[in-house]
């Protein structure tokens, strides 16, 4: 919970039991169905809400940067589910094409990780054969080859190559008091 829920929490507690209120507080993950709020640019898809770049093309560290002024960070994945979500979205919407993710192997060499996270790459989304550091590839992408797998699997690259990006949110939270 960050900090200013936690804030709000103690404010609304303590003014509650002045004013002789009873407060129920519950706190859920996402946004609940019946809340019509504006998470515009970030779209909802599967669990989670993410901005899918589909003019610009940028290197992964301008693409990183930019996704951190919008408060969020470049994709990663912790479950199949979350991929196949995004890979059926872009078939869907025919934005299939080549997008940044934040895996990298640059903080330890042969290993990827979600930089946005810190965690391994452990899913099975890798194109065939990769990641192989052809070119010194360091920085991950997804699409590569998709015509052939009709997936958008991963593959690594050098992080300087231009890509479309996509950005994830942080996992929305809804808090909801009764107060009486
Ligand atoms: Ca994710
Ligand atoms: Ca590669």
Redesign the pocket.
């Given at each position: 919970m960050s900090n200013k829920l936690t804030l709000l929490l103690a404010i609304i507690g303590l003014s509650s039991q002045i004013r002789a209120f009873h407060v129920i507080s519950n706190v859920e993950d996402g946004v609940v169905g019946n809340i019509d709020i504006e998470t515009n640019p970030f779209i909802k898809i599967g669990n989670?809400y993410y901005y899918i770049e589909t003019q610009a093309e940028k290197n992964w560290y301008d693409a990183f940067e930019s996704c951190r002024r919008m408060d969020s960070h470049l994709?990663?994945?912790?479950?199949i589910d979350?991929w196949k979500a995004i890979d059926r979205y872009l078939w869907d919407n025919k934005i299939d094409n080549g997008y940044w993710t934040s895996g990298s192997d640059y903080a330890s060499l042969e290993k990827h990780e979600?930089f946005?996270?810190g965690l391994p790459v452990s899913l099975d989304i890798w194109a065939p054969g990769q990641p192989d550091n052809y070119i010194d590839e360091h920085c991950d992408e997804i699409g590569y080859k998709r015509e052939i797998s009709h997936q958008h699997r991963l593959n690594d690259l050098p992080c300087i190559c231009k890509r479309r990006y996509i950005c994830?949110a942080s996992q929305a939270k809804t808090a909801s008091f009764v107060i009486f």
């Open positions: 989670g994709v990663s994945f912790e479950s979350e979600w946005s996270t994830e």
